[in-house]
């Protein structure tokens, strides 16, 4: 392993080195002030809070992901697009299975008495209609009934010292390990890891990866191919469990399956009204699960919590090393000549909309576009939105995307309407909102091949500008062009 996977704080190490992390020094208030500068600063570069009021010693970070060249070069891809996604892949098919070891920095301190997580975790509070502070960015780590591990997020609200909320979403593979243990009337022992190595933040953030992976995938595995390295994990101090060793923090506890309470009391959120979600939309609670705490372990010297917002780029850039990547390895698969590419535009929030790259070979190819469609429509529950161009627009623009739809489709005949998806991995049943069960469509932007040359793209000649312009002028003119006049200026279009 790369030493700068090994831990979060060897990661920050690494950013630092590079000037790639801005270190915020003076007090900072985990109530509003934390979720504000992330917010404000997302998509640039990470951020360190080392001085976090009424929690001395205890630091925070958050935005290590927010780019996607800056993934890249942390897990040594090629490049931020297919590049990337070759690194999921390769770590979905060679995982690295963990390794018990005995002594962790994660437990260099154990507390498991008088257990008060607020009092000692700076949990963040991201908006004024969030419940109360949110656990947004730790990791469970489940061990499944088939011999597979399960690392993922959940949202975890602490409405007592000792216990929380655990909410599961339906189908996903914690839901049906907790499921496993429910049909039996037995608790569910596990970890709530913060701040573990980056490879596992990453893995863990692939949401709906039931679609492409069975419940027996090992995921902790795919972490320590995407690390380089067997994860490390160690038997948890009061719980049949097992801990990731390079955490910052570990929560041990089990889940009360015979015990389901409201993610916030009325009095506490009478609207409920949960944090902004993924999508954008503020959350609405649910009654769930309860997670009672046992004990709380971490490590000695000045540990840092994660903090991601939810609603931000960090979520879908993560995605791309795992969903985005799993999913362009079963299309390669399927029509290995014809598919180049896929991407998520942000506006698409990673789980909603796909945008698929062709390079059709003869007029054959015109009739697989419909067919990938609707495959994807078959295997991917949540997607709403498929649009298949050809292979000369840069599906990493969204002006380039809506171009070609507007240019290449003809709305008669290249559009393609599903019924909602059925089961438990779709949309929810609700009527209206984020989660309702709504048509999906899919969108041929693709040139008909047998008219491929009315379409061809006009080739402006390729000159060097500094022959007329000073440095300063043209640099003076590449600050105020827009990022896709840049790009059309990069492929002379």
């Not at 704080?9 to 003076?26: A, F, S, V």
């Not at 008495?113 to 209609?129: G, S, Y």
């Not at 041929?444 to 002028?473: C, M, N, S």
């Amino acid at each position: 392993m790369t030493k700068h996977l090994e831990s979060l704080r060897r990661t920050l190490k690494w950013l630092e080195d590079r000037g790639d992390l801005i270190r915020i020094d003076d007090v900072v208030d985990p109530r509003f002030e934390i979720s504000g500068l992330i917010k404000e600063l997302d998509n640039g570069l990470p951020l360190l809070f080392s001085s976090v009021k009424n929690y001395p010693g205890k630091r925070v970070t958050a935005g290590l992901f927010s780019r996607l060249d800056r993934l890249a070069d942390m897990f040594g891809a090629s490049d931020a697009g297919v590049g990337l996604k070759q690194c999921g892949i390769r770590a979905a098919r060679n995982p690295v299975s963990s390794i018990v070891v005995s002594n962790a920095p994660a437990q260099e301190i154990v507390h498991d008495k008088n257990i008060n997580v607020l009092d000692n975790i700076p949990i963040t509070t991201h908006t004024a209609t969030d419940p109360g502070p949110i656990l947004s960015g730790g990791v469970i780590l489940l061990h499944g009934p088939g011999g597979g591990t399960d690392i993922s997020y959940k949202r975890i609200h602490f409405q007592g010292p000792d216990w929380a909320s655990m909410f599961h979403v339906p189908g996903t593979h914690s839901q049906q390990i907790v499921a496993h243990y429910a049909a039996r009337k037995l608790p569910v022992p596990l970890t709530i890891n913060l701040s573990p190595p980056p490879a596992v933040l990453v893995v863990a953030a692939g949401g709906l990866i039931q679609d492409l992976l069975p419940l027996e995938a090992d995921e902790l595995g795919i972490a320590g191919g995407l690390g380089g390295a067997a994860v490390e994990i160690c038997q948890a101090k009061t719980v049949d469990a097992y801990c990731i060793a390079e955490s910052e923090w570990v929560i041990e506890g089990y889940i009360d399956t015979a015990q389901n309470v409201p993610e916030s009391s009325p009095a506490a959120n009478p609207s409920a009204i949960f944090f902004p979600e993924y999508h954008g939309y503020l959350g609405r609670t649910e009654t769930t699960y309860k997670f009672q705490a046992t004990a709380i372990t971490c490590r000695s010297d000045n540990p840092i919590y994660y903090a991601p917002l939810a609603h931000s780029f960090e979520s879908p850039n993560m995605q791309v090393v795992t969903n985005r990547a799993l999913q362009l390895a079963w299309l390669q698969d399927r029509w290995p000549e014809l598919i180049r590419d896929i991407n998520s535009l942000p506006g698409m929030k990673g789980r909603f909309g796909m945008v698929v790259q062709v390079d059709k070979r003869d007029h054959h190819d015109d009739a697989s576009v419909r067919e990938i469609m609707e495959s994807i429509f078959g295997r991917l529950g949540a997607l709403r939105i498929a649009i298949v161009v050809d292979d000369d627009v840069d599906i990493y623009d969204s002006n380039e995307v809506l171009w070609a739809l507007a240019t290449r489709m003809n709305a008669e005949r290249d559009m393609l309407q599903l019924p909602p998806a059925a089961g438990s991995v779709g949309p929810r049943k609700e009527s209206v909102g984020p989660f309702a069960a709504f048509a999906r469509l899919g969108f041929d932007a693709t040139i008909p091949f047998r008219h491929r040359r009315e379409f061809d793209r006009g080739q402006y000649p390729k000159v060097r500008a500094e022959k007329w312009l000073t440095p300063e002028q043209l640099a003076k003119v590449r600050s105020v062009q827009s990022d896709y006049a840049r790009l059309l200026a990069r492929i002379h279009a």
